[in-house]
Every structure is written in structure tokens, then in C-alpha cells.
Nanobody, 127 residues
Framework: VQLQASGGGLVQAGGSLRLSCAAS????????VGWFRRAPGKEREGVAC??????????YDDASVKGRFTISRDITKNMVYLQMNRLEPEDTAVYYC???????????????????WGQGTQVTVSS
């Protein structure tokens, strides 16, 4: 059972990338899935979260990415995506996807500590 994030790369400011989170051994639609990032010298921060299929279908995102990043699912492909538009140098980080069974009433940024984390993918935005 594992997750794998992919799709990172080097892009100029203002550009776009789409990150993918692929799962093996589990159905992502049964899980809450989050995207987090860690920039050099900074703490890990939550970027976006999407609740389980059949749940309240809520999407949460950080204020810093609102209107620029979109989290979505493709149930048929068992994938979760993070579409990142209008990228800024401040978005440079390693991005991780993580799956958790439920938020359990915990604020989403703190609900994934015990979740299933995938290997990250590097996103570098040049100015």
C-alpha cells in the first residue's frame, strides 16, 4: 500500500504544473486526501484537502493558494490531482500527498500526521 506523488518540475513564475497522486493497494475515493508542501528551512504546510467520495465533498485549501491551486479526483484512474496555476517563487517546495480515513473533526492541516504519506515531488518556481 503506497502513494506516489509526481508531476513536479522547474517552471517560471506565472506558469502551471499539475501534480498527480497515484495509489496502489487502496482506493483513494475511500480516503480524505491532502496535499502538503515543505520548503527549505520551513515547516510543512497544508496546501489543499479533499474529502472522501460520498462524504460532504468538501475541499479545503490554504489562503496562500486560493484561486490558484485546485485539488480534484479522478475516480476511474484512482488519482488525486493538484492543478497549480500562476505559480510563484514562494511555491517552491517538495509536495507530498497523504491519505487519511477521516478528518475526525480535526482541522484538516493537523489531521494527517498518522496518514499514509507518499514520496514527494519537487516543484521549483524561478522568478
Amino acid at each position: 500500500v503506497q502513494l506516489q506523488a509526481s508531476g513536479g518540475g522547474l517552471v517560471q513564475a506565472g506558469g502551471s504544473l499539475r501534480l498527480s497522486c497515484a495509489a496502489s493497494g487502496l482506493r483513494l475515493d475511500d480516503f480524505v486526501v491532502g496535499w502538503f508542501r515543505r520548503a527549505p528551512g520551513k515547516e510543512r504546510e497544508g496546501v489543499a484537502c479533499i474529502t472522501r467520495v460520498g462524504g460532504d465533498s468538501s475541499i479545503y485549501d490554504d489562503a496562500s493558494v486560493k484561486g490558484r491551486f485546485t485539488i480534484s479526483r479522478d475516480i476511474t484512474k484512482n488519482m488525486v490531482y493538484l492543478q497549480m496555476n500562476r505559480l510563484e517563487p514562494e511555491d517552491t517546495a517538495v509536495y507530498y500527498c497523504v491519505a487519511e480515513v477521516t478528518l475526525g473533526g480535526t482541522p484538516w492541516r493537523r489531521a494527517f500526521d498518522r496518514g499514509l504519506w507518499g514520496q514527494g515531488t519537487q516543484v521549483t518556481v524561478s522568478s
